[in-house]
């Protein structure tokens, strides 16, 4: 019995964790050199310059056990169609070889993506870049700003289904706790290479040091997205952050008849357009609700 908890809340771990130059003759002017044109929107194109509209890059934060591409394929470009220039990488690898990240501790991948912000903001002249984060991306868009004291370098965060409270993982905590086994599980998700796994549970080490003092920083403004018919990061009221400066909303309060669980956050195209206003709320539009993934 033990050993089937065991490997089925291991599972659940693992599968949330997804110019032409002109010619002329000798005796003419020699022709201006092309000029290249900054472009103002794109996925990865360190050769993006942000808008006027849009003043500060992007970063997506994935979740746990993904590859960053496979997990944005859908919100990144649709980012950078808005005109937004995006970025994002796969931090917390535990190999080169394996392409799927986020395993490391919270507090290694922090300090990897607090080296790739500077990397964006150096490559896009931007003093600042606002973060959307999904999952475990989410937790570190919280934990990033206050830990590290980078709010200076970041205007907005967007955190979509963070375990900011730590999440007994679809209650496998709960069950292990009641068993007496917890020491066990903490044990079994180290020895499967998921440091950020015991960061993450219900009083893990990352998460009590989010939760020492405030969470949001002075300056950042904190938007907090979370579905109630999530599985994988309950309770689901563990994402909120009741704090000054910071919206706390369910998908479900603007699309109540949204079944989108947690993976499908990332896939869902009413839940893309609550982002790009959480982003630019001067801009603001309807939310088209949508039938989003339900796992």
Not at 146 to 157: D, S, T
Not at 184 to 197: E, K, Q, Y
Not at 268 to 294: E, K, Q, W, Y
């Amino acid at each position: 019995m033990r050993s089937r908890i065991f490997r089925a809340g291991v599972a659940v771990l693992l599968v949330a964790c997804l110019g032409a130059v002109s010619s002329g003759s000798a005796a003419a002017a020699p022709a201006a050199p092309a000029v290249p044109v900054a472009r103002s929107s794109g996925v990865n194109d360190w050769g993006c310059r942000p808008s006027a509209a849009h003043p500060n890059p992007v970063v997506l934060l994935h979740g746990l056990g993904a590859p960053s591409a496979g997990h944005w394929a859908f919100m990144a470009p649709y980012l950078a169609g808005k005109g937004y220039c995006v970025f994002y990488f796969t931090y917390g690898k535990v190999s080169p070889l394996i392409p799927l990240g986020g395993f490391r501790p919270i507090a290694d991948s922090a300090r990897e993506i607090s080296g790739f912000i500077d990397d964006v903001r150096a490559a896009t002249h931007s003093a600042e870049v606002d973060i959307v984060g999904h999952s475990e991306g989410g937790f570190l868009s919280l934990y990033i700003p206050k830990v590290l004291h980078l709010g200076g370098k970041i205007g907005k965060v967007v955190s979509l289904a963070p375990p900011a409270h730590g999440t007994d993982f679809a209650s496998l905590v709960q069950v292990a706790n009641l068993l007496g086994i917890r020491s066990t599980v903490d044990f079994i998700l180290r020895t499967f290479g998921c440091d950020a796994c015991s960061d993450l549970i219900t009083g893990g080490p990352a998460v009590q040091t989010l939760n020492t003092g405030p969470v949001a920083e002075p300056g950042v403004a904190y938007t907090i997205i979370a579905s109630r018919t999530d599985v994988l990061v309950t309770p689901t009221e563990t994402s909120f952050v009741r704090e000054p400066g910071v919206r706390n909303l369910y998908v479900q309060d603007l699309c109540p008849l949204d079944p989108v669980g947690h993976i499908g956050m990332a896939f869902d195209p009413g839940l893309a357009t609550m982002i790009s206003n959480a982003l630019d709320p001067s801009s603001a539009v309807p939310v088209t609700c949508s039938i989003g993934l339900p796992f």
